[in-house]
């Protein structure tokens, strides 16, 4: 199985409040892992990517933050949230030849 | 950097008609070319990929797409649409230097009964 859990679902969070944003994946370890964000009209962006425990390469300078602390965990965090966080964040890993599943994704919406 | 331009951002079309969603990228090397596909209320999930070899590649429920390199395009095509086909549609692109794949903006096709 190469299942992505991803939670919370959906998220009304505050301005200035802290975010967290979990994704666990099963399947075959040392996966290769992603953050994506969806906003309406300009496709997926890639936050971050992680080749593994502790490795996390940013492609999006922002006030997000991504941390890896197990071989099937990835994390997307903030300390302060901005209105321009709002958006759907995907959790994605490669199953090889960069083919990704993504998980059912979590709504963030910033008031 | 890679980009990837899809051109056709909203498409409506009645069933039983043809479809072809444009997809060009900017890599001059080798590529890896996918188009991913959401339907409403699930997953993004892939719909077709292309490696190398025959340059038409068949998909999940009758899409096919053409890769043609000296267009940078990989084009995406159904000849009669239905109306589950409604989705958003994502071309997306790994290139040599980088495994990462880099999507397009999407295309929200609505199809109409």
């Known amino acids: 199985s190469q299942t992505i859990h991803q939670w919370p679902a959906t998220l009304v969070q505050p301005v200035g409040s802290p975010l967290s944003l979990e994704c666990t994946v099963e399947g075959t370890s040392n996966p290769n892992l992603y953050w994506y964000r969806q906003a309406a009209g300009r496709g997926l962006q890639l936050l971050f990517y992680s080749v593994g425990i502790g490795q996390i390469s940013s492609e999006v300078p922002q006030n997000l933050s991504a941390s890896r602390p197990q071989d099937r965990q990835f994390i997307l965090s903030s300390k302060k949230l901005l209105l321009s966080d709002s958006g759907f964040y995907l959790c994605?890993?490669?199953?090889?030849?960069?083919?990704?599943?993504f998980g059912a994704g979590s709504r963030l919406t910033v008031l | 950097a890679q980009s990837v331009s899809q051109h056709n951002h909203h498409v409506i079309l009645s069933e039983a008609a043809s479809l072809e969603l444009g997809c060009n990228y900017s890599?001059?090397?080798?590529?890896?070319l996918f188009w991913y596909v959401q339907y409403p209320g699930q997953h993004l999930q892939l719909l077709l990929k292309y490696f190398s070899g025959d340059p038409l590649v068949k998909g999940i429920k009758g899409f096919e797409a053409e890769f043609i390199k000296s267009k940078f395009s990989f084009n995406l095509r159904k000849p009669s649409v239905q109306w589950s086909d409604t989705a958003e549609y994502f071309c997306?692109?790994?290139?040599?230097?980088?495994?990462?794949?880099?999507f397009g903006r999407g295309t929200s096709l609505i199809v109409h009964p």
């Open positions: 890599y001059g090397g080798t590529v890896n």
């Open positions: 997306a692109v790994s290139s040599g230097g980088s495994y990462i794949p880099t």
């Open positions: 994605a890993r490669d199953d090889g030849a960069n083919v990704l599943t």
